[in-house]
């Protein structure tokens, strides 16, 4: 049983930079695919950033040079980072891990490609 354990969301300021945690507990971390969605109130769910197993990253355009997404084999952990925070990021951020993240061939924005999620952890940043 896969389960994923997000953190680090909180009340922030424009601006400002936080950084997102997921632990994935299991033993097939080094092969999935990670990844991050948001969702604001009243949206649908939205993918952010993605990294397969072997570190090729995605992210969506919104997010471009200022969030970035990384992980440790080791650690069994994907992080999120976030800069310059904007009120329009706003969300409960998911993590979310694919088996098959080793066949993507493009940015995986879809959440038929993501197999497990997280609880999800709250960002709201106030301007």
């Known amino acids: 049983q896969v389960q994923l354990v997000e953190s680090g969301g909180r009340l922030v300021q424009a601006g400002d930079s936080l950084r997102l945690s997921c632990v994935e507990s299991?033993?097939?971390?080094?092969?999935?695919?990670m990844g991050w969605f948001r969702q604001a109130p009243g949206k649908e769910r939205q993918f952010v950033a993605a990294?397969?197993?072997?570190?090729?990253?995605y992210s969506t355009d919104s997010v471009n040079g200022r969030f970035a997404i990384s992980r440790d084999g080791a650690k069994n952990t994907v992080w999120l980072q976030m800069n310059d925070l904007k009120p329009e990021d706003t969300a409960g951020y998911y993590c979310?891990?694919?088996?098959?993240?080793?066949?993507?061939?493009?940015?995986?924005?879809?959440?038929?490609?993501?197999?497990?999620w997280g609880q999800g952890t709250q960002v709201t940043v106030s301007s």
């Open positions: 299991g033993r097939n971390f080094g092969t999935y695919g």
């Open positions: 979310a891990a694919a088996v098959y993240g080793h066949s993507w061939t493009g940015a995986p924005r879809e959440e038929r490609l993501w197999d497990y």
């Open positions: 990294i397969s197993w072997n570190g090729v990253t």
